[in-house]
């Protein structure tokens, strides 16, 4: 290390207090517009990357936006559900793919995601373990909920109960993994998947009980007319699927009358996808149908237009900053003047003074530009996510 | 990776997938000439089967996992074969039922054709389905149909057409062979029910017993004045079965008692003690021995043509 850039050193690092203010100015200076750019973009793309491979979303009337991160984030509360009869209508259509969604239930914080067959090839999703759920009551866990978990092909989920004190809600179902999909980074890696009759059964639409017909039944049957059986309360019902009870579940009434909270329709051509809008243009409709892209480029234009806002105060910001860190560093000046006078009675060099200042003001600079891009790196790693777990809770 | 075949191997090969069961999926194992891999095909039940090998002829690899030896309208696959179904380009079900399991497992509906959807105004509930009530759902039966839908030989044309549409729509290049094809078998089942209509006419209202309540579509078809009992073929009836079959002559003296497969020997001589001969009308709901689809059905006929000859000289 060269004289001046030694002397340097040590005046910094004996005078840690003050280099460290001026360190972390810089750094803040530096930072805080950079790194707030590349947060709102990275999460803008990420957001907008789902949202735009989302062709169109069907559901209740109501907040879009809610049914947006819902459906696509599996976050929020759910949704107002609509009848499964909307997804055979968009199929029956021919205009569409459709891919009912039913979102309502949890298993240990992870969403259950009721769904079909056709979710897993819309995403891309491929099990890295195990296989896709064949019966009611499997299951086929995301990547990260499968290791938060810890669970593997084999082992079993229960869902959690809707409220804890909801006696006569559904009962929590003991599920069986059969299958962990391959990461995907993203909201379906914590995601459990159920067939969406699974998701029914779950809560309460669909059984299984004893035969009311078989030996041992008498117990909870009060009366057996001609076609007719009336059990009582003490029928036993199943709340878990096995190979031996699967072919005592079923589901009541129609099916069509089901809920879902949403429906993904994938059109097939441009023109499908104008003609499915225009079918649910009418005002009476109870259910609407939108683009999730437009949804969340409404809200990334709210953000970014905050993060003007914010980009401009931090400009101001960073000017005052700039400025009280020049002042700082011309008021050490006046304070070191005899300092700098001695150095020259010793036989000192304008230009060797002038160097050992300029590195002073140099190191302060560089250490504080290697912090501000190191917290870029930082942002630019963990941001996305971070901002999505705030925006969606 | 695909693997590539001289065309002479292929031909082979197709012969010898020809001859045997089709249980296994086979559809990645050949390249058609067009460079095409033939449709998988996945099927529940036998009829559906021989339509969409007749339809699609080897442009598909039909599969149907059922063993040989049960009623695939009871049958309950492993979740391993289900998987296999879910690979499948179409999944063909029968409809009105049909098949329970299908109800139970997870398909990929987009793929799945009903191929009795578009006359379900036409299908038969079934009677004695039990209504019960527990919980607070309130009463509920579970709203069961006849499902053996193909022993009507029109609705039976009409599914195949359902089954070739389901083949256009996946390979739509082959459309119009398709079409043919399900027009020469529709043609074939038009003259099926004719022979039916033949061989029931001198039946009249003469009464008739089945085994088993699965012909619900041949006797609405052809207006057949039939009670259905719950005998199975391989198994005795029990001292309560025949006395309740005697007392059920007392008012419906019927001569004939038609059987899914030929009964026990015993049995058929008792019966005949009781002036009832016993024929087979095969449902054909899985593969028989003695022939494919209207093989059987052309027996089935040939079955009541005998009844009707009966039933003529009486």
Partial sequence: ?393 | MKRRFPVRMALGTAVVLACSPATEPNSNALELPNGNRPLAIYVVNHPLQYFAERIGAQQVSVSFPAPGDVDPAHWSPEPETIAAYQKADRILLNGAGYARWTERATLPRSRCVDTAATFRERWIPVEDDVTHRHGPTGEHAHGRFASNTWLDPTLAARQVGAVAQALSDARPGDASTFETRSQELQQALSELDVRLAAATLPIGHTPLLFSHPVYHYLIRRYDLNAVSLHWEPDEAPSDHDWNALEKLLETHPARWLIWEAAPLDAVATRLRTLGIESVVFDPSGNASETGDFMTVMGQNAAALERIAADAGRG
């Avoid at chain 1, 700039?322 to 000192?348: C, D, N, P, Q, Y």
């Fill in chain 1, 1 to 393: 290390m060269s004289g001046p850039l030694y002397l340097a050193w040590r005046y910094l690092a004996h005078h840690r207090i003050k280099t460290g203010i001026l360190v972390a100015s810089i750094t803040l200076i530096a930072f805080l517009p950079i790194g707030l750019n590349v947060l709102v973009k990275q999460s803008a793309a990420e957001l907008t990357a789902r949202a735009a491979s989302t062709p169109l979303l069907i559901g209740a009337k109501g907040s879009r936006l809610e049914l947006t991160l819902n459906s696509l984030y599996f976050e929020t509360e759910p949704p107002e559900s609509m009848p499964y009869a909307e997804a055979n209508r968009i199929a029956a259509s021919g205009l569409a793919d459709a891919i009912p969604l039913q979102i309502r239930f949890r298993a240990r914080n992870h969403p259950i995601v009721g769904t079909t067959l056709e979710y897993f090839d819309f995403r891309g999703l491929r099990p890295a373990s195990g296989r896709a759920m064949a019966v009611l009551g499997e299951c086929v866990v995301g990547h990260r909920a499968a290791r938060d978990l810890g669970v593997a092909p084999g082992d079993t989920l229960v869902s959690s109960p809707e409220t804890i004190f909801d006696l006569a809600g559904s009962y929590p179902l003991e599920m069986k993994v059969v299958g962990v999909l391959a990461p995907v980074h993203g909201p379906d890696d914590d995601a459990i998947f159920v067939d969406i009759r699974t998701a029914w059964i779950l809560q309460g639409l669909g059984h299984g009980h004893q035969d009311l017909s078989a030996r041992g039944a008498e117990a909870t049957v009060l009366s057996r007319e001609e076609g007719r059986v009336t059990a009582n309360a003490a029928v036993v019902e199943y709340n878990v699927i096995t190979t031996e009870n699967l072919e005592s579940f079923h589901f009541h009434g129609d099916v069509d009358d089901y809920p879902v909270t949403a429906v993904i329709a994938v059109p097939h051509n441009a023109r499908s996808r104008a003609l499915l809008m225009g079918r649910y243009g009418g005002t009476d409709q109870t259910v609407q149908i939108f683009r999730p892209d437009q949804v969340m480029a409404d809200l990334l234009g709210t953000i970014l237009s905050i993060q003007q806002y914010v980009v401009a105060a931090m400009l101001g910001v960073s000017v005052a900053t700039l400025a009280m860190a020049t002042l700082v560093f011309w008021l050490s000046l006046r304070l070191r003047r005899r300092e700098i006078e001695t150095l020259f009675k010793i036989g000192g060099a304008r230009s060797s003074v002038s160097a050992l200042l300029a590195s002073e003001v140099a190191l302060v600079l560089l250490l504080g530009l290697t912090l501000a891009g190191g917290l870029t790196l930082i942002v630019q790693r963990f941001g996305a996510a971070a901002i999505r777990a705030v925006l969606l809770t």
